[in-house]
C-alpha cells in the first residue's frame, strides 16, 4: 500500500467556512497532484505540483488553492466553501521523470469525501 | 480530443466467474495504460501498467491485454470473489508532456454476488 495520507477522510461543513485538506507522502515524490471525482464519474485534475515552490493548475478549474512548501505535504484550500464544492477529493505523488519508476506511475491517497450543506 | 471510453458502465457477476471488461482510448501520443482498482470510498490503486510493447500482463487473477494498433485494452477477472467488488478504471498516459498526463476512464463498476 502507497505511503500517501490524506485527512480527513470525512467532512461535513456549512456554505462560506474555510477549509484545509491535508496530503502528505512519505516517499520522497517530488510530483504531487490533486484531483477531484464525482460519483460515477471520472477523475479531473484540478492542481500539480513538480517540487516545491512549484503549483499548476489543471484541466478543471476550481476555485481551490495549493501551496508545496515542503517536498512531502500538499495541501490544498477552500477560503470559502459552497455546496457545488461537494465532491471526493483524491491526492496523488509520483517519482521525478528518470527516476527508477519508468512508467511515472501515480499513487493515491485514500481520499476526503467533502459534503457542504 | 484525448478520451477514454470503458464498457460496460455496470456489471453483476456471481462469485467464482470469470468476467472480462473493455477500454477503448484516442489518447496521442500514447506512453502507457494503466487500470486501477477503486474501492467504495477509496483512491484507486494500480493492477497492471502496459507500455506500447506490452500486450499482455498479469497481477494474480488480474490479466490485462493491450491492442496498440486498435487502441483497446481488456482487463480479465478470473474466479472472481466477492472482493472484487469495486470500480475497475482504465487510465492512459501521454508522452506528449514533462508532466505524463493521465486520461482516466468513469470506471466500470463491478458487483459480485455470493
Known amino acids: 500500500e502507497a505511503d500517501i495520507y490524506q485527512t480527513p477522510r470525512y467532512l461535513v461543513i456549512g456554505t462560506g467556512k474555510k477549509i484545509t485538506l491535508e496530503c502528505s507522502q512519505t516517499?520522497?515524490?517530488?510530483?504531487m497532484y490533486w484531483y477531484q471525482q464525482d460519483p460515477g464519474m471520472e477523475l479531473h485534475l484540478i492542481h500539480y505540483?513538480?517540487?516545491?515552490?512549484?503549483?499548476e493548475k489543471g484541466d478543471l478549474s476550481s476555485e481551490s488553492t495549493v501551496s508545496r512548501i515542503r517536498t512531502e505535504h500538499f495541501p490544498l484550500t477552500l477560503e470559502s466553501a459552497r455546496p457545488s464544492h461537494t465532491s471526493q477529493y483524491l491526492c496523488?505523488?509520483?517519482?521525478?521523470?528518470?527516476?527508477?519508476?519508468?512508467?511515472?506511475?501515480?499513487?493515491f491517497g485514500p481520499g476526503t469525501r467533502l459534503t457542504v450543506l | 480530443k484525448n478520451q477514454v471510453e470503458q464498457s460496460p458502465q455496470s456489471l453483476i457477476i456471481l462469485e467464482g466467474k470469470n468476467c472480462t471488461l473493455q477500454?477503448?482510448?484516442?489518447?496521442?501520443?500514447?506512453?502507457?495504460l494503466r487500470w486501477y482498482k477503486q474501492d467504495t470510498g477509496r483512491g484507486p490503486v494500480s493492477l497492471t501498467i502496459?507500455?506500447?510493447?506490452?500486450n499482455t500482463k498479469s497481477n494474480g487473477r488480474y490479466t490485462a491485454t493491450l491492442d496498440a494498433d486498435t487502441k483497446q485494452s481488456s482487463l480479465h477477472i478470473t474466479a472472481s470473489q466477492l472482493s472484487d467488488s469495486a470500480s475497475y478504471i482504465c487510465?492512459?498516459?501521454?508522452?506528449?508532456?514533462?508532466?505524463?498526463?493521465?486520461?482516466f476512464g468513469r470506471g466500470t463498476q463491478l458487483t459480485v454476488w455470493p
Open positions: 496523488a505523488s509520483s517519482a521525478p521523470v528518470g527516476s527508477e519508476d519508468p512508467y511515472n506511475e501515480q499513487f
Open positions: 516517499m520522497g515524490h517530488d510530483k
Open positions: 505540483s513538480y517540487g516545491v515552490n512549484s503549483t
Open positions: 477500454c477503448n482510448y484516442t489518447v496521442s501520443p500514447f506512453s502507457n
Open positions: 502496459m507500455t506500447f510493447s506490452e
Open positions: 487510465v492512459v498516459s501521454d508522452r506528449g508532456s514533462t508532466l505524463g498526463r493521465l486520461y
